[in-house]
């Protein structure tokens, strides 16, 4: 084994090696222009404006939907009072927000 | 590593893309040699690309510039790795090579059918210790694992070369 282990040991000494060509420089260049490498701070500056577009669309989507009718505080209200006026009543009907909270 | 290389190095971990390409200029033939040996011969130049933009993107955490040609051996190997990974998967079995004319071309065709039945980082590590004759603590340092594991993996290899020669 080791006779023949020297021998590849020599083919593998005489292997052909590549030479880095002018074009494959000019191409390898090319890319690392188009890919920088990115800092932290640079990191940080390209994605804080995209989150804090991404934040006011967000809001925006949200002060949309409160206005949608049927959503707004004065129906929530109303549905509230409605409630307070039905338990309040003078009735034989025994209910009050503390059974109905009541956890089990 | 000369003053004029670090501050190449130094200059190319804080972005500077005209120092890095200074660097690539000074250490091409180092890398075409690794690739040339380690990768696939199809591929040596895209593999060599591959290293020196992943070594562009990871440069501004090398530490030490002392250590920058270890750094990029290391990455180089990886790549190899990861070409090989490739080409493993696409087949399902060990190459059929062609019958060889000579001892020389015989040789070089017994060595490419035993390294093509190595796993890729088996692979990496039999040429390293056994055709490189490099240190069982250099070949861990620039692959990113223990001597000790380098040991256990180099004995299984050896145990698989008796086998096979």
Request: net charge negative; charged share 35%; aromatic share 10%.
């Amino acid at each position: 084994m080791d006779e023949k282990f020297k021998e590849l040991k020599k083919t593998w000494s005489q292997m052909e090696v590549f030479e880095p060509s002018a074009r494959w420089r000019t191409d390898l260049f090319r890319k690392l222009r188009e890919n920088r490498s990115v800092s932290f701070l640079e990191l940080l500056a390209e994605w804080f404006p995209k989150a804090a577009l991404l934040s006011a669309a967000c809001a925006l989507v949200l002060i949309f939907i409160s206005e949608l009718p049927g959503i707004n505080e004065e129906d929530d209200l109303s549905i509230v009072t409605a409630f307070s006026d039905y338990t309040s009543a003078d009735s034989d009907f025994d209910f009050s927000m503390d059974d109905y909270l009541e956890v089990p | 590593m000369d003053a004029e290389q670090r501050k190449l190095v130094v200059g190319a971990t804080s972005g500077d893309r005209q120092s890095f390409e200074e660097l690539v200029k000074l250490y091409e033939r180092f890398i075409f040699g690794i690739v040339s040996k380690h990768g696939p011969k199809e591929e040596v130049e895209e593999i060599a690309q591959e290293i020196f933009l992943s070594a562009f993107r990871s440069i501004s955490s090398l530490r030490e510039p002392e250590a920058f040609s270890t750094w990029l051996h290391g990455i180089a190997l990886r790549r190899c790795q990861d070409a090989w990974r490739v080409i493993y998967r696409k087949r399902r079995a060990a190459p059929e090579l062609p019958e060889a004319s000579d001892p020389t071309a015989e040789n070089k065709l017994l060595l490419e059918k035993i390294l093509s039945k190595l796993s890729p980082e088996d692979r990496t590590i039999m040429t390293l210790l056994y055709l490189e004759d490099r240190s069982t603590e250099e070949v861990g340092k620039l692959l990113g694992i223990s001597r000790v594991n380098v040991k256990v993996r180099a004995h299984r290899i050896r145990r698989k070369l008796e086998e096979w020669l």
